[in-house]
Each structure stands twice: as structure tokens, then as C-alpha cells.
């Protein structure tokens, strides 16, 4: 039996009400549940989580990290504590940062990148070399500006002095001359100079001829007011005989410095890539006083350059580098203080090393005296899966004697103590561009007592994540704020908590629809007669 009204069947009117509501319902609660588990996927290589993925809040040092991607993501600064929450961040809508460093006082320095296309500027067009910038700028820490300084040659990275002068990281060409007596790399490498026109350069035999352009580095100091007070000029005083470029670099820069920092004494640590290298410049001579990691060697009985560690018989080649970034030394009050730590790429395997790591190194004795591969009979241990970053990365030293690793190319920053134990890792998540898909220049870790703007955080320290506590494979935990408090959800956590909120959804939907059955009955009011035991049938 169908009641009829107005407007239409009543009875049908209830079911597809009632219908509606359940499918609903259950598709949101479903959806609910979907994305929640999501939250935890893992899997090699393809699908991986992101965030916080493991973290040991008892053997971590508890700080936080700084950060920039790269590409399109390159707009915006991070800050995230140890659970991944972003706490502060600076965004630079006009140009993409290249390098960036947070000063005590709360400030940002960062390097960015002037897209202007000027005849002969190296690092662009024609003459393109990897970390070209242009921009200095330093900014408060609400992001207004302070400082500003232009230089099309500029590249990589920068540092203020406790002086307020500023240091940075240049290129200029290397003259015709000297570019003929230096040493290595890939043969006819070299850069070109620019044609006056397209047709000159139209043939592969045109442009070997065409006239060879070199690039080499030099370092400036400016004041405050953007005046040269002081610079050093590679090109004056690396050794083409010593400073030999490496056997997998073209032969377009010299040096390629991608790191510049200062040492306790004042005098200057440079990390090149080209000549697999970290050298210490004296400040007051610019005499090269220590070199560490070259492969390549020129012998002095045959008179032809050959490879240290290349071979499993020379042990040797963990006293070398190859392709490396981020050289500092280690400050006062850390373990290891006056020490040299670096990312060493590893993008030529020499002997057992087939890998990107982090070493220690004592300038005093130029041992090797800590790094990150662990071995067994001189193999890297285990021979699976392997942190290995052939671009970028960087390596520091932290104050309860963990070593912070930024595994660049792959977006991946992680812990490891002493004993080479992994106790926090992070996968960063803003990988929107296409080209670089997460990859992040350099990471650093700052005490939670390093600026004053860090009191207004939560601590530093907050809860564990743990992998293994999720049934769903390899899942990391999700964190939630509640207030001042934060709490760590693993995957079965999330999983049994979002089924719950599937039931509740149900419920509160399944009453709520009855609800509206009701009032979309004749006079919207209490059902009777035979209206009554319609509706009756349907609850």
C-alpha cells in the first residue's frame, strides 16, 4: 500500500530519502577511512610516506630544522620541529632561495636565484653551472627586509660575520693561460664562448672550436653598505698540479664551491665539488693551508694523474671525496669540537664505498675519524638498499654528538648517532616541482635555545614515532594537536580511531535521516494513521 499527497508517493519519497542519506554516509565514513590509512602507505620505491617518519625522542637531539626545497617550492623557508610541524615559516614570492641560514637573533639570510639574462653572465643560458643566484638578502623575522645586495656572478651560498660584513660565494672566468694547465675532469668539457650569432654555432665542429670558457671562484666581503672590504680569487692561489679537477666533472669550473664557512681562528672552509675536495683558506695571506678528499692525483714518477681508492686493494679511498657538499667544522661545546665534518656524494664508487655518507675529520692529523657507512671487512654494510644523493646534501654535527645528514637529491634528513643507529628521519612533503620533485639543498638543526622567537614554540621535543608500531607496512605516525599537547597516532591507531568515527557518522546519520522522513511528511508534524505506520516500517 502507497499513501499518496501533494507531492507524490509517500512511501517512495521515505526510501529514497533514507537511501540517500545511508549511501552518504557510508561514502564519506569510507573515504574517511581511505584517506587515514593513506596517511600510513609505504612502499619501495614508488610510494613512500612523507613528513616524520621515525623518531626517537630520548636519542634525537631535539631542535629544529631549516629548510627550503627546490624548483617552484623554493618560495618558501621552513622551520619544523621534530615531528615535522612547520613553526615558522618565511616565503620569498619574487624569487626562488637558493641557500638559507637563521641568524641568532632571529633573522634569515638567504641566497636567491635573478632570473636576468644578461650576454656572458655565468650560470645561465649557454653558460649554465648549477647554484647560480644573484640575490643576497637578509630579513627579519617576520619576513621584512633588511638587507639587500645584487650580483649576477654570485652562486651557492652566503654568510654574515659577527662583524655585520657579509661573505659570499662568486664566480669570474679563468684566463685563457691558465685554463690550459689545469688539470682533469672530462676532455673538451669546457664552456664555450657565446657566438654572435645562432649560425655560427650551428655544427658540433664549430662549437669545439669556438674559444673554451672556464669559470673559477672568488669570495667577497661586503659591509653593510654592499662595499668590497676584502676577496679571494681561486684563480691566484689553487695549485693546477694539486688541485686537480675529478675524473667525472666537466671541465667548466675549476672549483665549483657549493659551501662557505668560517672556522673558530677566522680563516675560511670551502667545500669544492669539481676537485672532490674541502679546503681552509687563510684569511690573511689566502694561501691554501689544508686540503682534504682529492681522488686524483698527479704522479710524481710517471707524470700522469692517477685515482686514489679506486680499486678494492687500495684502502685509501675512505681518506677521499667524491662530489662533495656542506663542509663545516665543528663548534665549541659540541663532541668532535674544531673537527671537519662533510656530505660526502660518493658519485664515484672507490673501493667498498658505493654510497653517499657523512664523515668526520681531524685537520690536526688529517685522519679520517668517523663516517657514516658502517663496514665489515672494509664492505659497507648492508649491500641493499643505500642513502645515496648525487647533488646537494650537507652534514652536521649535533651538541649530543648525532650527526644530521641531508640526503639532498632524495628530500631526506635524518639522525644518526655514534653508534649509526637512525634515530629520526624526515621525507620532506612540498614537492610540487616536477624537475627537482622534493630535493632539498641543505638542512640545519638549531638549538631550542638559539633565538629568543623559539620561546613562543612548543618544546622541541615531542612524541615518538615508530614505524614498527603500525600495522600498515613501513606507515610513520601522524601527529595531532590538541591545544598545547601533541599526540602521535600510529597507522593501526588511525585505522581503529577512523573506523570509530565511521560507526559514530553512521549513527548520528541514521538519526538524522529518520529526522527528516518525519519532517518531510504532510504537516511536517507527528505522523498519524496510516502515515504513522509507514513511517513506522521504515524506522
Not at 664508487?349 to 657514516?372: F, H, N, Q
Not at 654535527?397 to 645528514?405: A, H, I, R, Y
Not at 600498515?472 to 568515527?501: D, P, Q, Y
Not at 496510516?530 to 524506522?539: F, P, S
Request: charged share 20%; proline share 6%; hydrophobic share 40%.
Amino acid at each position: 500500500m502507497v499513501l499518496q499527497n501533494a507531492s507524490g508517493p509517500i512511501g517512495d519519497s521515505t526510501r529514497e530519502i533514507t537511501q540517500e542519506c545511508d549511501v552518504k554516509v557510508w561514502l564519506v565514513s569510507a573515504l574517511f577511512v581511505v584517506a587515514c590509512a593513506a596517511q600510513a602507505a609505504y612502499g619501495w620505491p614508488t610510494v613512500f610516506p612523507t613528513g616524520t617518519t621515525l623518531y626517537d625522542p630520548e636519542l634525537a637531539y631535539n631542535g629544529y630544522v631549516l629548510f627550503v626545497p627546490m624548483g617552484e617550492d623554493a618560495h618558501v623557508v621552513r622551520l619544523i620541529d621534530m615531528n615535522g610541524d612547520v613553526v615558522h615559516e618565511w616565503t620569498f614570492p619574487l624569487f626562488q632561495v637558493i641557500q638559507s641560514r637563521l641568524l641568532g637573533n632571529g633573522n634569515l639570510l638567504v641566497t636567491g636565484f635573478d632570473p636576468q639574462l644578461k650576454p656572458g653572465r655565468p650560470g645561465v643560458a649557454g653558460l649554465w653551472m648549477g647554484g647560480v643566484a644573484g640575490i643576497l638578502m637578509e630579513v627579519s623575522w617576520t619576513n621584512q627586509p633588511l638587507f639587500r645586495h645584487s650580483d649576477l656572478n654570485m652562486h651557492h651560498d652566503a654568510l654574515k660575520l659577527p662583524n655585520g660584513n657579509y661573505l659570499y660565494l662568486a664566480w669570474e672566468p679563468v684566463p685563457l693561460e691558465l685554463q690550459a694547465k689545469v688539470r682533469g675532469g672530462i676532455k673538451n668539457s669546457e664552456h664555450r664562448k657565446p657566438p654572435k650569432s645562432l649560425s655560427e654555432a650551428a655544427s658540433d665542429d664549430a662549437f669545439l672550436h669556438a674559444e673554451k670558457v672556464m669559470f673559477n671562484d672568488v669570495v667577497f666581503e661586503i659591509n653593510p653598505r654592499g662595499k668590497v672590504v676584502w676577496l679571494w680569487e681561486a684563480n691566484k692561489h689553487l695549485d693546477p698540479d694539486v688541485d686537480i679537477i675529478g675524473p667525472v666533472h666537466s671541465r667548466e669550473e675549476w672549483g665549483h664551491a657549493n659551501t662557505l664557512n668560517v672556522l673558530a681562528n677566522g680563516n675560511i672552509l670551502l667545500t669544492s665539488r669539481t676537485l672532490d675536495s674541502i679546503l681552509v683558506i687563510d684569511k690573511k695571506t689566502g694561501n691554501v693551508i689544508f686540503r682534504w678528499g682529492n681522488m686524483t692525483r698527479l704522479s710524481k714518477e710517471s707524470g700522469e694523474l692517477e685515482l686514489i681508492g679506486k680499486s678494492t686493494a687500495q684502502r685509501k679511498h675512505s681518506d677521499t671525496l667524491s662530489g662533495p657538499h656542506g663542509a663545516m667544522e665543528i663548534p665549541r661545546g659540541v663532541p668532535g669540537a674544531g673537527h671537519f665534518v662533510v656530505y660526502d656524494n660518493g658519485i664515484v664508487s672507490r673501493g667498498a664505498l658505493r654510497a653517499s655518507r657523512a664523515v668526520e675529520i681531524d685537520p690536526g692529523t688529517g685522519k679520517l675519524v668517523w663516517e657514516s657507512i658502517q663496514k665489515y671487512n672494509e664492505m659497507p654494510v648492508p649491500f641493499g638498499r643505500k642513502h645515496f644523493s648525487d647533488f646537494l646534501g650537507s652534514a652536521q654535527k649535533l651538541p649530543n654528538g648525532n650527526m644530521l645528514l641531508c640526503d639532498g637529491a632524495n628530500g631526506r634528513f635524518f639522525q644518526m648517532t655514534a653508534d649509526r643507529q637512525t634515530v629520526w628521519e624526515y621525507v620532506n612533503p612540498f614537492d610540487k616541482d616536477a624537475r627537482f620533485s622534493g630535493s632539498v639543498y641543505k638542512a640545519y638543526c638549531y638549538p631550542p635555545d638559539y633565538c629568543p622567537q623559539f620561546q613562543e614554540f612548543l618544546p622541541a621535543k615531542g612524541p615518538a614515532v615508530d614505524p614498527a608500531a603500525s600495522d600498515v607496512a613501513g606507515g610513520g605516525r601522524l601527529t595531532v594537536r590538541i591545544g598545547s599537547k601533541r599526540i602521535a597516532l600510529s597507522g593501526i591507531e588511525i585505522l581503529a580511531l577512523s573506523c570509530v568515527a565511521a560507526i559514530v557518522a553512521f549513527a548520528v546519520g541514521r538519526r538524522w535521516g529518520r529526522r527528516r522522513v518525519v519532517s518531510e511528511l504532510p504537516g511536517g508534524g507527528k505522523p498519524t494513521g496510516a502515515q504513522g505506520r509507514v513511517a513506522k516500517r521504515r524506522n
